[in-house]
């Protein structure tokens, strides 16, 4: 019979360990009955959790979790924060608008839809309350957009500089193209802004951003000489 306190192995029917002196009979059958108790405890949990409906398995695996501990807990909602916060950075494109250049790209939105409306929203704001207001008719997208569908991607801008009711953009990136309906007249070559920025001159009128010059701003093309504020077209300028 081993000693449950000290490991020596005395012969069968020994009461005391003949090593160590401790009664091997009472201690064993404590130990016996210990185990027996916590066995019978076990049971009786799992038919209590089966008659009220709940799986022993699931009763099991909370008794687990309230033994997991807390740091474990706090670093699980650190992860979930951290990836919160890329998600946004992702979707959110990891900048914020300037208000002047959100009225810069709604601007170029509203020429790809041909959204008359939009645009003159951005441009004659006088004259879009009056059409909100019933006082003046909608005038058609064509007496404002010189072509009949216009090809717009990818449009970055930069703000350069904003002061009171003043505020200057410059197009660093995308493209912008215009075609004809009947394909008749050819598209125009388009323009990258990328490689020829372009700048957005913005004034406020009743607190909204206005595009003060929307047939430079929406040119589909790149501007002769790449001059920015020279004639169009030069060549009706010679000789005069």
Same mark, same amino acid.
């Given at each position: 019979?081993?000693?449950?306190?000290?490991?020596?192995?005395?012969? &069968?029917?020994?009461?005391?360990?003949?090593?160590?002196?401790?009664?091997?009979? &009472? @201690?064993?059958?404590?130990?016996?009955? $210990?185990?027996?108790?916590?066995?019978?405890?076990?049971?009786? #949990?799992?038919?209590?959790?089966?008659?009220?409906?709940?799986? *022993?398995?699931?009763?099991?695996?909370?008794?687990?979790?309230?033994?997991?501990?807390?740091?474990?807990?706090?670093? #699980?909602?650190?992860?979930?924060?951290?990836? *919160? @916060? @890329?998600?946004?950075? !992702? #979707?959110?494109?990891?900048?914020?608008? $300037?208000?002047?250049?959100?009225?810069?790209? +709604?601007?170029?939105?509203?020429?790809?839809?041909? +959204?008359?409306?939009?645009?003159?929203?951005?441009? +004659?704001?006088?004259?879009?309350?009056? !059409?909100?207001?019933? &006082?003046?008719?909608?005038?058609?997208?064509?007496?404002?957009?010189?072509?009949?569908?216009? =090809?717009?991607? +990818?449009?970055?801008?930069?703000?350069?500089?904003?002061?009171?009711?003043?505020?200057?953009?410059? #197009?660093?990136?995308?493209?912008?193209?215009?075609?004809?309906?009947?394909?008749?007249?050819?598209?125009?070559?388009?323009?990258?802004?990328?490689?020829?920025?372009?700048? !957005?001159?913005?004034?406020?009128?009743?607190?909204?951003?206005?595009?003060?010059?929307?047939?430079?701003?929406?040119?589909?093309?790149?501007?002769?000489?790449? !001059?920015?504020?020279? $004639?169009?077209?030069?060549?009706?300028? =010679?000789?005069?």
């Amino acid at each position: 019979m081993i000693c449950p306190n000290c490991g020596y192995q005395n012969p &069968e029917g020994r009461r005391y360990c003949e090593e160590c002196g401790e009664r091997i009979a &009472e @201690v064993v059958q404590e130990r016996t009955l $210990s185990k027996r108790k916590t066995a019978r405890e076990a049971a009786r #949990l799992r038919r209590e959790a089966e008659k009220r409906g709940i799986d *022993a398995e699931r009763l099991e695996r909370r008794r687990t979790a309230r033994r997991t501990k807390p740091w474990m807990g706090l670093l #699980l909602l650190g992860v979930l924060v951290v990836l *919160a @916060v @890329v998600l946004a950075l !992702v #979707l959110g494109g990891g900048e914020r608008l $300037s208000e002047p250049e959100k009225a810069v790209h +709604d601007f170029f939105k509203a020429i790809q839809k041909r +959204d008359i409306m939009g645009y003159l929203k951005l441009t +004659d704001l006088g004259y879009y309350q009056a !059409v909100k207001a019933g &006082e003046a008719e909608e005038p058609p997208a064509q007496a404002y957009m010189n072509y009949d569908h216009y =090809e717009v991607r +990818d449009i970055r801008t930069q703000l350069e500089a904003q002061e009171g009711d003043y505020a200057r953009v410059r #197009l660093v990136g995308g493209f912008l193209r215009g075609f004809w309906q009947d394909d008749i007249m050819p598209p125009s070559p388009g323009v990258d802004f990328a490689v020829n920025n372009r700048t !957005v001159e913005l004034f406020k009128q009743d607190g909204k951003w206005q595009i003060k010059d929307p047939v430079k701003t929406g040119y589909p093309d790149v501007y002769p000489e790449g !001059v920015e504020g020279g $004639s169009e077209f030069p060549e009706t300028e =010679e000789g005069l």
